[in-house]
């Protein structure tokens, strides 16, 4: 392995995900091992603009491996988005000699990396970090198995209380762009019925749906709603639709937002982060840039950062069946 590189950089940005500090604490750790000091970026590419950095060692990680969000701290940057802030970025890093940087993020946290990349020819690593799973090159990104673990015990504890009252519940999870939370909580707690962006269920089925469960002697409902839903403008306007046509149904609406993002991560997402950490330090002392570390198949592996990026990570259509199946 080559280790000309002396000083790595470290990054978390965008949406933070539990796990998030379990991959800090690899890298760093990692950097350690192979003699490699680590600088913390705080604020992500914010930070780097304003020059918010500090040397990290490996005393600097205790006891976070179990801790949700970022020590590191994240932020989202318009000037990161413009040459200027870019090669304010840059000039940051050459002057406290650094000579790598290492990103825990999503796909527009990759974009940025890929684009300082190409403009300063700056070895540039990306670990996936989002709840959401959308990275293609990746079977799992970080935060996502603690979050789907989430989803599933809340939508547990709301089907105590719609069982008590008879009420028909749409619960709304994260998924702008993709339901892969919405489907696998959905198909674990037993929803019955699932509406993510990549399937237009409409509403007129939805109804026909919901009124087969009535008759088939179900006296309540869970419908778990990706944010990025196509069906209605938003959850709130699918329950006043389901309301007035179904009106022997108790209809609420319960967002779980950010709580989502929260929390200790699991015992996968620690594995995950470690094993992603340790792996992207080794390929930047070895000269691979513009990449991202994944896990496909339980081996780590690698992907282009463009192609993680513009790649379609595919919803799983034996799922859907397993969905519209276990509805019955």
Same mark, same amino acid.
């Given at each position: 392995?080559?280790k000309?590189?002396?000083r790595?950089?470290?990054?978390t940005s965008?949406g933070?995900?539990p796990?998030?500090?379990a991959?800090?604490r ?8 192979y ?9 992500g590419?914010?930070?780097l ?7 990290l060692?490996?005393r600097?990680?205790?006891n976070i491996?179990?801790?949700?969000g970022?020590?590191?701290?994240s ?17 940051n890093l ?8 290492i990103?825990?993020?999503g ?7 890929m684009?300082f990349?190409?403009?300063?020819n700056f070895?540039?690593v ?5 709840i ?7 079977n ?6 603690? @979050? =789907? *673990?989430?989803? !599933?015990? %809340?939508?547990?504890?709301?089907r ?6 008879n009420? #028909?519940?749409f619960?709304?999870v ?7 939370? @919405? =489907? *696998?909580?959905g !198909?674990? %707690?037993?929803?019955?019925e699932?509406?993510?962006p990549?399937e237009?269920?409409? #509403? ?5 749906s ?15 709603v990706a ?10 306007? #699918? ?5 007035e ?10 967002v ?8 200790a991560?699991?015992?996968f ?5 470690s ?8 390929l ?6 513009n990449?991202m ?5 339980n ?7 463009e192609?993680a990026?513009?790649g379609h990570h595919?919803?799983?259509?034996e799922?859907l ?8």
């Open positions: 392995m080559g000309s590189l002396k790595i950089g470290l990054l965008g933070d995900a796990g998030m500090n991959a800090i690899a890298v760093v750790r990692s950097c350690t091992f003699n490699v000091e680590c600088v913390g970026i705080y604020r590419y914010q930070g603009i304003e020059g918010d950095l500090m040397l060692n490996a600097s990680v205790n491996i179990n801790k949700g970022t020590i590191l701290k932020a989202r940057s318009n000037e990161f988005r413009t040459k200027a802030g870019r090669k304010k970025a840059y000039e050459k002057e406290a000699n650094v000579d790598g940087l990103v825990i993020g796909d527009g946290s990759f974009t940025g990396g684009k990349n190409k403009e300063f070895p540039v990306g670990i996936p970090g989002t959401d799973n959308d990275i293609y090159g990746t799992f990104t970080i935060g996502y198995d603690t @979050a =789907l *673990n989430t989803v !599933v015990e %809340a939508i547990d504890k709301i105590d209380t719609a069982s008590s009252h009420r #028909l519940f619960v709304e994260m998924g702008r762009d993709a339901g892969f939370i @919405a =489907l *696998n909580a !198909v674990g %707690a037993g929803a019955e699932i509406l993510i990549e237009n269920l409409g #509403l007129e089925r939805l109804l026909d919901l009124k087969r469960s009535k008759r088939s002697g179900k006296s309540s409902s869970i419908v778990v944010e990025g839903d196509k069906i209605g403008k938003n959850v709130f306007e #699918l329950a006043d639709y389901v309301n046509n179904m009106p022997e149904y108790d209809v609420r609406v319960s779980l937002g950010h709580m989502q993002r929260g929390g991560p699991s015992c997402d620690r594995v995950l982060a094993r992603l950490g340790v792996k992207a330090v080794e930047i002392l070895d000269g691979k840039t990449i570390v994944g896990l496909v198949n081996e780590v592996v690698t992907t282009d950062l192609k990026i513009k595919s919803i799983n259509k799922l069946k397993v969905s519209d199946i276990m509805s019955t």
